[in-house]
């Protein structure tokens, strides 16, 4: 399966993220901060298929993470998760950049299909919010 690197600060929140990408069969690495997720991108010579990343950490945040990891290895694909609305939007200015951006809480159902669409390319649904619907 995928080779995936978790940046997440929320021990409970990176545990489960990493316990289910394991359930699937992925091979997860796990950083508390984007500054020690970019020393291991940098170490493994970004060796990952995807990173998923927290937006909101401390050191480095997931955006300035994504921007070097999106610098440094153009291929890999990468996934932002946040809990918070004005994050959410920084993000909307890396949309070359960022395959999508999970907003938190999210199940254990969304956080696979999530995943599985990223690694397989597969195009982003987009939600339209005055329908409630997808395009």
């Known amino acids: 399966m995928a080779r995936i690197l978790i940046a997440e600060d929320d021990d409970n929140v990176r545990r489960f993220v990493s316990a289910?990408?394991?359930i699937q069969g992925h091979d997860i690495i796990e950083a508390e901060d984007g500054g020690l997720a970019a020393e291991i991108l940098e170490a493994e010579q970004g060796g990952f298929?995807?990173?998923?990343?927290?937006?909101?950490?401390?050191?480095m945040d997931?955006?300035?993470?994504?921007?070097?990891?999106?610098?440094r290895f153009?291929?890999?694909t990468i996934v932002l998760m946040t809990g918070f609305a004005d994050q959410r939007e920084r993000a909307h200015g890396l949309d070359q950049?960022?395959?999508?951006?999970?907003?938190?809480?999210?199940s254990?159902?969304?956080?696979?299909?999530?995943?599985?669409?990223?690694?397989?390319?597969?195009p982003v649904e987009i939600v339209s919010l005055a329908q409630g619907s997808a395009l």
Do not use: C, H, W
């Open 62 to 71: 997931g955006i300035g993470l994504a921007l070097d990891a999106g610098a």
């Open 20 to 22: 289910a990408m394991e």
């Open 74 to 76: 153009p291929d890999m």
């Open 49 to 59: 298929d995807l990173l998923l990343s927290d937006i909101k950490m401390p050191v």
């Open 97 to 106: 950049l960022v395959y999508d951006v999970i907003s938190k809480p999210f």
């Open 108 to 122: 254990l159902d969304q956080l696979l299909t999530k995943v599985d669409d990223a690694l397989n390319d597969r």
